[in-house]
């Protein structure tokens, strides 16, 4: 692991408010980003919430004006979090939004109101990725318990 850039984390600090918007199909179960972990859902209850992600009040350029006038300096976008859901078109998985009712881009559109207001933008991208067969099933797998392995 390389150290961090002093002028980088000098700058972050200084920016001090700034937005974070952890979203993806575990928004439609509205409990919480972990819910396919803490409640054990197996990919097949899982599904609905992939089935009906459509947001149609979607309106970044809102998200970004209220940001601005409340003083916020930066976004942080959730690209991907541990479920493996993309919020953009990605070649190398069907596990996007590509196969959402909704099938188009989020991160573009999001960036781009948010830099038009003059916020700094950044991403969130997790590595860990429940949807990909080859991914370990350790201990916070959601699958972890269903196969049998301790």
């Known amino acids: 692991m390389t150290a961090a850039d002093p002028a980088r984390l000098d700058e972050f600090r200084r920016q001090r408010f700034g937005m974070f918007i952890h979203w993806g199909v575990y928004a439609l179960?509205?409990?919480?980003?972990?819910?396919?972990?803490?409640?054990?859902?197996s990919r097949e209850e899982y599904q609905p919430?992939?089935?009906?992600?459509?947001?149609?009040?979607?309106?970044?350029?809102?998200?970004?004006?209220?940001?601005?006038?409340?003083?916020?300096?930066?976004?942080?976008?959730?690209?991907?979090h541990h479920d493996g859901f993309c919020l953009w078109d990605s070649e190398l998985t069907d596990y996007s939004v590509r196969s959402t009712p909704w099938g188009k881009d989020l991160v573009g559109p999001i960036t781009d109101a948010f830099r038009?207001?003059?916020?700094?933008?950044?991403?969130?991208?997790?590595?860990?990725?429940?949807?990909?067969?080859?991914?370990?099933?350790?201990?916070?797998?959601?699958?972890?318990?269903?196969?049998g392995v301790e």
């Open 29 to 41: 179960a509205a409990r919480h980003e972990w819910v396919r972990n803490r409640e054990r859902l």
């Open 49 to 80: 919430y992939l089935d009906r992600f459509d947001p149609d009040l979607f309106d970044p350029s809102v998200w970004a004006r209220a940001a601005h006038d409340a003083g916020m300096r930066y976004l942080v976008l959730t690209t991907k």
């Open 116 to 147: 038009r207001e003059g916020l700094g933008v950044g991403f969130y991208h997790s590595l860990l990725d429940w949807q990909q067969p080859d991914f370990p099933l350790d201990a916070l797998h959601p699958d972890f318990e269903r196969d």
